[in-house]
C-alpha cells in the first residue's frame, strides 16, 4: 500500500474530524498530496492539495474554505486534513492521493493530476 488514509468516523455536525494519510518515501519526497471526497453516484470531488515546495499556498475547494486545514509532516510522510464544524454535506469517502503537479493557479485540482491513490475512509455527518 503506498497511501494509507485514517481517521473517518461518524460525528454531529458541527463537530471535528482529522483525517492522515501515510505514504511509502518514494511517492511523499516532491509530490504534491491531496485529499479528495466521494458519494456514491456522483464523482470524485476535489477538497484541499498542498504542494511539496512550501512556497507555495494551499487550495481549498470553495465549500471548505476556513473550515478544513491541509498540512504535510515531511519527517513522518504524513498527510492530514483537518474538518472542523463539519456539516451533513460534508459526508463522503475521503481519499488521499499524491502527484507531481501542483496548481500554483489555485485552481480545483482534478482527479487526473494526481498518480497515487489511497483506500479512502468513510466520514458520515449527522445533523
Known amino acids: 500500500v503506498q497511501l494509507q488514509a485514517s481517521g473517518g468516523g461518524q460525528v454531529q455536525a458541527g463537530d471535528s474530524l482529522r483525517l492522515s494519510c501515510a505514504a511509502v518515501a518514494r511517492i511523499f519526497s516532491g509530490y504534491a498530496l491531496g485529499w479528495f471526497r466521494q458519494v456514491p453516484g456522483k464523482e470524485r470531488e476535489f477538497v484541499a492539495a498542498i504542494s511539496w515546495s512550501s512556497t507555495d499556498s494551499p487550495i481549498y475547494t470553495n465549500s471548505v474554505k476556513g473550515r478544513f486545514t491541509i498540512s504535510r509532516d515531511n519527517t513522518n510522510r504524513m498527510v492530514y486534513l483537518q474538518m472542523n464544524s463539519l456539516k451533513p454535506e460534508d459526508t463522503a469517502v475521503y481519499y488521499c492521493?499524491?502527484?507531481?503537479?501542483?496548481?500554483?493557479?489555485?485552481?480545483?485540482?482534478?482527479?487526473?493530476?494526481?498518480?497515487?491513490w489511497g483506500q479512502g475512509t468513510q466520514v458520515t455527518v449527522s445533523s
Open positions: 492521493a499524491a502527484g507531481s503537479t501542483f496548481n500554483t493557479n489555485h485552481q480545483d485540482m482534478k482527479p487526473h493530476d494526481f498518480d497515487y
